[in-house]
Nanobody, 119 residues
Framework: QVQLVESGGGLVQPGGSLRLSCAAS????????MGWYRQAPGKQRELVAV???????DYGDSVKGRFTIPRDNSKNTVYLQMNSLKPEDTADYYC?????????????WGQGTQGTVSS
């Protein structure tokens, strides 16, 4: 099992910044990738950013150049640094951890944290 505890989020004005945190606890197996997804009202959940165990990163097109996904391996924690925020970034943000087993892939999710960009 993997447990994910998120923190951060809140209300920020357009052009501002927010930083989300996700701490992972895993028992007896290795997390292959961690990432952030978001879901706005009436829309499907979409990828925001992901970082693999070897440090490779990928970003959704709408956040490239504005968001980064740093991590602290000593704390088993990933962050989502969101800069130059726009109203369309308003969404519930979910942390994800992916574990690849021999025969299957398991995805684990955090409880979600809300980010609101509004003046």
């Amino acid at each position: 099992q993997v447990q994910l505890v998120e923190s951060g989020g809140g209300l920020v004005q357009p052009g501002g910044s927010l930083r989300l945190s996700c701490a992972a606890s895993a028992s007896s197996f290795r997390i292959n990738a961690m990432g952030w997804y978001r879901q706005a009202p009436g829309k499907q959940r979409e990828l925001v950013a992901v970082i693999t165990s070897d440090g490779s990163t990928d970003y959704g097109d709408s956040v490239k150049g504005r968001f980064t996904i740093p991590r602290d391996n000593s704390k088993n924690t990933v962050y989502l640094q969101m800069n130059s925020l726009k109203p369309e970034d308003t969404a519930d943000y979910y942390c994800n951890a992916r574990v690849k087993h021999v025969l299957c892939v398991n995805d684990y999710w955090g409880q979600g944290t809300q980010g609101t960009v509004s003046s």
